[in-house]
């Protein structure tokens, strides 16, 4: 790797002096976003576990000393991946729910925007999916904590929905309750939105498929339709025995 190669890139971004402050952040994110892209197209094509750092470095374009010296194993530059997709996702969500305030719409932004970021990155999509579990120790510990708080936005949503409505759920602090009650829970629910929607990459085509928003709409009606099937609260009937 060229000597240009190495100051364009370091643990964190830069804090350059006078003018040339942004620009260095500039070069920094472009090239970490860059090594991060080739990173997640190694894990797509060959998995994680079989992905060595001398296919990464071959990728990258960095030497394997310079790959091992900035991000120190290939885990590194999994988390890096995860970290950055769920980040980018819960910044495009939390500002495009800034502008909406009836609940059913709150939750087709939810999917439109969880569609259009995961069409957009397939790859990423599916190194996300497949490689959820070989984080270890810290570094998955920050990335779960990361995808519960997206996780509980979604519920947050939905249960909102449910309220505005009039349709009887269990509450996501609830323990669950017994087959006598057999009230909607939110999380099966979020949970189910999540299966539907995360596995999208192992069958959607460009040629032939909708994009995203039009794929939005039609996953939000399936999901809502059928979530608002619930029992309204004073419209409830027990089945005769």
């Not at 069409?119 to 510990?141: P, T």
Request: aromatic share 10%; net charge positive.
């Amino acid at each position: 790797m060229s000597a240009s190669s190495h100051t364009a890139l370091t643990h964190r971004p830069p804090r350059a002096l006078g003018r040339n402050a942004l620009g260095a952040q500039k070069r920094f994110h472009r090239r970490l976003g860059e090594i991060l892209d080739h990173a997640t197209a190694v894990f797509c094509d060959k998995g994680y576990d079989a992905a060595s750092m001398r296919d990464l470095s071959r990728a990258t374009g960095m030497s394997l000393a310079g790959l091992y010296y900035y991000f120190e194993s290939k885990e590194k530059l999994l988390y890096l991946i995860q970290k950055q997709a769920f980040e980018t996702i819960l910044a495009g969500l939390r500002k495009a729910l800034e502008s909406v305030s009836d609940p059913e719409q709150r939750v087709r932004v939810f999917i439109h925007n969880h569609l259009e970021y995961f069409l957009a990155n397939q790859k990423a999509m599916k190194v996300l999916s497949h490689e959820d579990e070989a984080l270890k120790n810290s570094y998955g510990a920050k990335v779960r904590a990361i995808k519960r708080e997206y996780y509980r936005i979604c519920l947050g949503l939905v249960e909102d929905l449910m309220r505005a409505r009039g349709v009887e759920f269990q509450p996501s602090k609830a323990k669950p309750g017994s087959l006598e009650a057999p009230e909607f829970c939110g999380r099966i629910a979020v949970l189910s939105l999540f299966g539907m929607m995360n596995w999208i990459y192992t069958w959607h085509n460009p040629r032939v498929d909708a994009d995203a928003g039009v794929l939005a709409g039609q996953m939000s009606e399936i999901f809502l339709n059928g979530v608002l099937c619930g029992s309204p609260k004073k419209a409830r009937t027990r089945p005769k025995q």
